[in-house]
């Protein structure tokens, strides 16, 4: 017997390793290996829609997809891998049994991960027991969750469905005050054998805790006149958008700078939780000044002084003093919180505005006292004002009337904003109706009944394009027109009303050829504008009207075009119009600031 030498065994096994088809494959493999700028491509096929997107949430080696290849047995794992997370990224939609294969092939410079999925059948749910246990079995809101969640038999078992009425249940409870709810079963039983499914959820909300005590700190205001913010009384079955409501009214009334509205649960008791309003209060004096330009008033300047809260009952004062090139008004306000003060409020209000444009000359002196209520969209004022004017048109002598004027106005508001400025009008429309009137056997010059209507509607045909229609309606009935200053006679022209023409310089003509206004007035307008950038639109128009003494009556029309930004406090427009109708047919450039409705 040969024996071989320790040098000979390595020579040996040395050519049955490098001459062996195992050595010759190595080599090869080797000598093939990706260039050092080898990239990844990752392709799915075979499911699409929400489940293409939850594998690619799931698979690792989607990190890589277009990028620099890592060395191959990296890729390999992460390939491998990825066969169990698109099983695990498929089980949430109820696809418990697919069919995965995969590959890794290098083509030219990339590496390319394929992976064909075959989903098969779907888990369908059969046995469904939910149940509400606790006070919450008779709530209508719970009652009406379970009529609207997607775990029906027969459905696919989708767990988002599952989880997501779970989440629902939760937050329901905390919404309305079952601070002890909680799940005593909670199951998924999976049969993979007929690919059926149950579900058992037991909810207990336990006990509906109520509203406690509300305490209010630290202020100077009454709180008693606090309370009335509420829309909620101790006792009152405990529900959190009775709280945000609250905390959104307190921020409304300006009476504070920070507001915290919060149940108090730790100190919870025989049923009740109290709430606790945290506050801190705003500067008491505010001071206002502005500058700026418009077509109907030129260079004006502004003037105020608010103070927030007049006394513990909560009572404002607001005064402002407008000085413009056409007009100079100062105004003081007095103004009462009603029994709700976030919808209700009385006024006492004091005003002088001295005009003097194109040969009108008037100074008026009013007082008005005012009681105003909303309702939802809708707004109500009662008003009773009496008012002194003393006036002139061309080279007449100044006159003097007084009017003891009972009014009352009422309007709707409803729109929609775009959904990434809010200061834009998607969908909407505004209608106002006034009335007033005034009789000569109670301390007015003369006897009259007047009316005016308003609308405007805004739509949105797409993304871009708006249309925005607007009418004016008004008529009087009274005994002596001369007798009526103008502040209540009708006038038409300018920027709101038909541009092209002068402020308030349509409308029937004295002798001089003044305007005096006239007993009736219809103006409407017509436009259409399109979105150029985010915060930028250009615009059409057509604007019509007059005011009149009688029938039948001659339209004034114009034409025109506009820029609009829509700035962070609201659309600034610039328009251009042509007035048709006049002689020479003149253009007029009209500035406004303020909202679509």
């Known amino acids: ?42 392709t799915i096929e075979g499911v699409d829609g929400e489940l293409e997107d939850n594998v690619q949430g799931y698979l690792s080696i989607m990190e890589l997809d277009g990028k620099a290849a890592p060395a191959r047995f990296r890729l390999r794992f992460l390939q491998r891998r990825g066969e169990e997370q698109i099983r695990q990224a498929l089980a949430p939609f109820g696809y418990y049994q697919p069919t995965i294969e995969s590959s890794l092939e290098l083509v030219g410079s990339t590496w390319q991960v394929h992976y064909s999925i075959a989903p098969g059948e779907p888990v369908r749910l059969d046995e469904i027991d939910i149940r509400i246990l606790g006070d919450g079995r008779e709530d209508p809101k ?73 305490t209010f700190c630290c202020t100077e205001l009454d709180n008693d006149f606090l309370h009335r913010f509420r829309n909620y009384e101790a006792g009152d079955p405990f529900q959190t958008r009775e709280l945000l409501d609250l905390q959104v009214a307190l ?75 056409v007009q100079n008004t100062g105004f003081v306000s007095y103004i009462i919180p009603g029994t709700d003060p976030v919808t209700d409020q009385y006024s006492l209000t004091g005003e002088i505005t001295d005009r003097s444009y194109q040969e009108q000359r008037s100074t008026l002196y009013r007082f008005t006292a005012r009681d105003t209520r909303h309702f939802n969209n809708w707004q109500r004022t009662y008003q009773l004002g009496w008012q002194r004017e003393d006036f002139a048109f061309g080279d007449q ?55 005016r209507l308003s609308a405007k509607w805004v739509h949105s045909y797409t993304e871009k394009f708006r249309m925005l229609l607007r009418g004016e309606a008004g008529g009087m009935a009274v005994s002596n027109f001369s007798s009526l200053s103008p502040s209540l006679r009708f006038f038409a022209g300018g920027d709101y009303s038909v541009r ?36 930028w639109r ?60």
């Open 397 to 451: 002598p100044m006159r003097s009337s007084n009017f003891l004027i009972p009014s009352v106005e009422v309007s709707l508001v409803e729109s929609t904003s775009v959904a990434d400025n809010r200061n834009l009008v998607e969908d909407g429309y505004r209608v106002s109706a006034n009335l007033q009137g005034a009789s000569s056997s109670l301390l007015s010059e003369t006897s009259f009944v007047s009316a």
């Open 251 to 325: 921020s409304g009334s300006q009476y504070f700078s920070s507001i915290e509205v919060a149940p108090d649960w730790e100190n919870r008791q025989d049923g009740s939780v109290p709430i606790t309003v945290d506050v801190e209060a705003n500067k008491r004096d505010r001071y206002q000044f502005g500058l700026g330009y418009g077509t109907d008033t030129g260079a004006r300047a502004t003037v105020g002084f608010d103070r927030r809260w007049v006394n513990a009952r909560g009572h404002k004062l607001n005064s402002i003093l407008r000085l413009s090139q």
């Open 142 to 214: 719970f009652q009406k969750l379970l009529k609207q969640h997607r775990l029906v038999s027969g459905n696919v078992l989708h767990h988002e469905a599952y989880e997501s009425l779970k989440r629902q249940l939760r937050n329901l409870a905390t919404e309305r005050g079952y601070y002890n709810a909680r799940f005593t079963e909670q199951q998924v039983k999976v049969e993979l054998t007929d690919l059926s499914a149950d579900v058992t959820l037991f909810f207990d909300t336990a006990v509906r805790y109520a509203f406690g005590e509300t």
């Open 538 to 597: 250009v615009a059409v128009f057509s604007d019509f009207g007059n005011s009149f003494m009688d029938w039948p009556v001659t339209i004034k029309q114009s034409y025109g075009i506009g820029v609009r930004w829509i700035s962070p406090i609201g659309p600034v427009r610039l328009d251009v119009a042509q007035a048709v109708d006049e002689p020479g047919n003149p253009w007029r450039i009209h500035l406004t600031l303020g909202p679509d409705l």
């Open 1 to 42: 017997m040969v024996r071989l030498g320790t040098v000979g065994s390595w020579l040996l096994l040395s050519q049955l390793i490098f001459h062996s088809p195992a050595g010759f494959a190595q080599q090869s493999e080797e000598r093939q290996r990706a260039p050092a700028d080898a990239t990844v491509n990752v």
């Open 500 to 535: 092209g023409y002068e402020y308030e310089q349509l409308g029937p003509r004295n002798e001089e050829g003044v305007v005096t206004g006239g007993r009736y007035l219809v103006t409407g307008s017509v436009e259409f504008d399109y979105k150029v950038a985010d915060s």
